[in-house]
T-cell receptor, first 113, second 114 residues
Framework: GNSVTQMEGPVTLSEEAFLTINCTYTATGYPSLFWYVQYPGEGLQLLLKATKADDKGSNKGFEATYRKETTSFHLEKGSVQVSDSAVYFCALRENTGFQKLVFGTGTRLLVSP | ETGVTQTPRHLVMGMTNKKSLKCEQHLGHNAMYWYKQSAKKPLELMFV???????ENNSVPSRFSPECPNSSHLFLHLHTLQPEDSALYLC?????????????FGSGTRLTVV
């Protein structure tokens, strides 16, 4: 079945450091890919998405590129802030059946001043 | 304000109690979802409703009973729960079966079963 694999956390960085959170997927066909962010005590918020190969999603300084050849959608940010501390979820939307979202386990990011 | 409102935010219940979780959206979406989020586990999709019809039930125990009276409201009725059911329960909605714009999530209900 379809699945999403994320790097284990927590990822601990100092403010202004470069961030990469790895995400790879297994899917039939060509799914759409998403990154969601969950701040403490909140639900999930859509951060960015990409719907086809080589698309780059971006928002709030975060970027991710849909790489079909490596089945990856790694999340990057050039300079993190303390306020970026949260849990980040990679997800794919199936393109068959009900086309529901399939999530990874989430990666916790901790940014210190 | 995310557009999807869940109540209550926190709930503590005994194993013999009956309670209900409520989810409400006024985004004009026609699909709604219940997810369970437990520590160190992937988000688990529990139920999917499309146009008020349940289209998916992922082998959820019968002690969880969903209800979707209209496209704006979704309930999760709980009875005789177990301690391992303690988790964050998230409601989400989307427009269309394919959720082209992604899902909009509520803030969740933190459930503790004692």
């Amino acid at each position: 079945g379809n699945s999403v694999t994320q790097m284990e956390g927590p990822v601990t960085l100092s403010e202004e450091a470069f961030l990469t959170i790895n995400c790879t997927y297994t899917a039939t066909g060509y799914p759409s890919l998403f990154w969601y962010v969950q701040y403490p005590g909140e639900g999930l918020q859509l951060l960015l998405k990409a719907t086809k190969a080589d698309d780059k999603g971006s928002n709030k300084g975060f970027e991710a590129t849909y790489r079909k050849e490596t089945t990856s959608f790694h999340l990057e940010k050039g300079s993190v802030q303390v306020s970026d501390s949260a849990v980040y979820f990679c997800a794919l939307r199936e393109n068959t059946g009900f086309q529901k979202l399939v999530f990874g386990t989430g990666t916790r990011l901790l940014v210190s001043p | 304000e995310t557009g999807v409102t869940q109540t209550p935010r926190h709930l503590v219940m005994g194993m013999t109690n009956k309670k209900s979780l409520k989810c409400e959206q006024h985004l004009g979406h026609n699909a709604m979802y219940w997810y369970k989020q437990s520590a160190k586990k992937p988000l688990e999709l529990m139920f999917v409703y499309s146009l008020e019809e349940r289209v998916e039930n992922n082998s959820v125990p019968s002690r969880f009973s969903p209800e979707c009276p209209n496209s704006s409201h979704l309930f999760l009725h709980l009875h005789t729960l177990q301690p391992e059911d303690s988790a964050l329960y998230l409601c989400a909605s989307s427009q269309g079966r394919e959720g082209a714009g992604g899902y909009t999530f509520g803030s969740g209900t933190r459930l503790t079963v004692v």
